[in-house]
């Protein structure tokens, strides 16, 4: 099948420096490029950008709750009309560097705890939904397979993407296993294309005792962030091609928007 490899890029900060994103650029099909809230400055997302559309790597905007110190991964709770302005600032933001380049930004993916909430809320994922579709509705929305974010990006017409993931583990309601919790984050590039391709083989996500949750999906993602993430990466491109499988970035998979 035709699959996609995403990763979230992007994740530097002034002197701090998150993750290997050339060597990403170099595996993925597309990138998700943190906008300021909970990684990434206007510089860091620029070259961010520029090495994408040298890669020839289809760019997404990586929104997240206005978190740095915590990497967006704390969980905030706000009024509707804030999240949406929070969706809208962050993805016009990139959008404004990517045309500046002559690019353009496809899809939005949001991130950490926005994007977990998200999946169990239906009235924020309806929020961030509509917040992406007055940006553009062309935009195509990359959600987790099987949440209310998905849902919700369907119901307002947009374009979605289904996501699983190569390095996490999942619940038996078919949510990530939260980080805290031992064996949340599969470490080692072997266990993770045997999750990918377990659950490319069973059609649907695999959770950590075995049950199968059947659903389609389009995206793969490899955080960025991970000190092995270019290793499982990379394992991953090569194990799906070696089973057969065509990886494309996600415009390729939907077609012209």
Known sequence: MDINLNSDLGESYGAWRMGDDRALLSVVGSANVACGFHAGDPLVMADTVRRAGESGVSLGAHPSFPDLQ????????????????????????????????????????????????????????????????????????????????????????????????????????????????????????????????????????????????PCSFHSICVHGDSAHAVATAAAVRDGLRAAGHRLRALPELFGPG
Do not use: W
Not at 70 to 81: C, K, L, T
Not at 96 to 103: F, K, L, P, R, V
């Open 70 to 213: 915590g990497f967006g991964r704390r969980a905030m709770q706000v009024a509707p009309a804030e999240l949406a302005a929070m969706v809208t600032y962050q993805v016009g933001a990139l959008m404004g560097i990517a045309q500046s380049q002559g690019q353009r930004v496809t899809h939005v993916k949001p991130h950490g705890a926005m994007n977990n909430m998200a999946c169990e809320d239906a009235a924020m994922a309806a929020t961030i939904a509509a917040a992406v579709k007055a940006l553009d509705p062309r935009l195509i929305l990359l959600a987790p397979a099987l949440s209310e974010l998905a849902a919700a990006g369907r119901a307002a017409g947009l374009r979605v993407a289904d996501e699983v993931f190569a390095d996490r583990a999942y619940t038996e309601q078919g949510t990530l296993v939260p980080r805290s919790q031992p064996g949340a984050v599969l470490h080692d590039s072997a266990d993770c294309l045997a999750h990918v391709l377990r659950m490319m083989e069973r059609g649907g996500i695999v959770t950590v005792s075995g049950r199968l949750l």
